[in-house]
């Protein structure tokens, strides 16, 4: 077992058994450098809760949750207001998953928290290569004097994997400076017909697909803190994910519900199908 401290709840479809586990699912309820809206410290248990409401069997792959054998670890408890403390108990628990042999999914909280996780791949898998589904490029140098922020996460990781190593889907939201280094980076994948290309990219290197909700458009997802317009619908989304078949996915997330900005539920009913077809899909 972790060592967490956790709180006893599952997720559906979640096995009982951590020792015959692949992957084990873990709630960052963290949302301390949240610039416009906080409010995604509430989004992992109550996209747990919701996943009571889906069906265990995903029509468009033809295969149930049951079939990834997962364990839900429940939620790492922060000390609210201190992040760096945050940011160390994240990266020890991610630690603690690889040791064991098993593979890290994490449930945000906001995007920051995956930037610990991927300190910690790569201690294990130091040619780990993400694929960055956002609105936001997350690439800048600093955000209101801050360098860890939600805003700056993937210029953080970049920092440590180079450009060569990541692909960016969805974004529409950044500074110019940002546009302009994705361009001359070539980190950002707007086209399918460009996908050969950015596969070439990941040439048989471990995967970690973090997924900021945001990608999605605030028509269907306005239970985010930094709603973007013109983004994808959950079939578009979907289609991106799928053709990364074949890739060697050792680990993913999914961050920024902030359940409460949709009192309708449906934002939350669609993270849990996120998760639930990207379970679905590393199985
Ligand atoms: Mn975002």
Not at 48 to 67: C, F, T, V
């Amino acid at each position: 077992m972790l060592s967490g401290p956790f709180l006893p709840k599952n997720w559906i479809g979640a096995s009982e058994d951590f020792k015959s586990s692949k992957w084990v699912l873990v709630g960052m309820p963290y949302d301390g450098t949240c610039s416009n809206r906080p409010g995604t410290r509430f989004g992992p248990e109550t996209v747990r809760l919701a996943s009571w409401g889906l069906e265990d069997y995903s029509p468009l792959q033809n295969k149930e949750i049951n079939d990834v054998v997962f364990f839900d670890a429940g939620e790492l408890e922060f000390p609210f207001g201190n992040r760096d403390k945050t940011l160390s108990i994240i990266k020890r628990a991610a630690a603690e998953t690889l040791s064991l042999g098993k593979f890290w999914f994490g449930v945000g909280g906001e995007h920051l928290v995956t930037y610990p996780v991927i300190e910690a791949y790569l201690e294990k898998f130091p040619d780990i290569a993400i694929v960055h589904f956002d609105a936001h490029a997350d690439l800048r140098e600093e955000y209101l004097g801050e360098t860890l922020s939600h805003a700056t996460v993937m210029r953080r990781i970049v920092d440590k994997i180079g450009a060569e190593r990541i692909i960016q889907i969805g974004i529409r939201s950044g500074t110019k400076e940002e546009f302009q280094w994705m361009e001359t980076n070539k980190t950002l994948l707007d086209d399918k017909s460009r996908i050969q290309e950015a596969l070439k990219k990941l040439a048989g290197r471990p995967v970690f697909i973090s997924v900021d909700l945001d990608v999605l458009d605030p028509s269907i997802m306005s239970g985010t803190g930094t709603p973007e317009a013109g983004g994808m619908t959950f079939n578009e989304f979907m289609s991106w994910l799928l053709e990364f078949k074949g890739q060697n996915i050792v680990g993913a997330d999914v961050v920024e519900l902030s359940p409460h900005y949709d009192q309708s539920g449906a934002s939350t009913a669609l993270a849990a199908k996120v998760i639930r077809e990207m379970l679905i899909f590393f199985s």
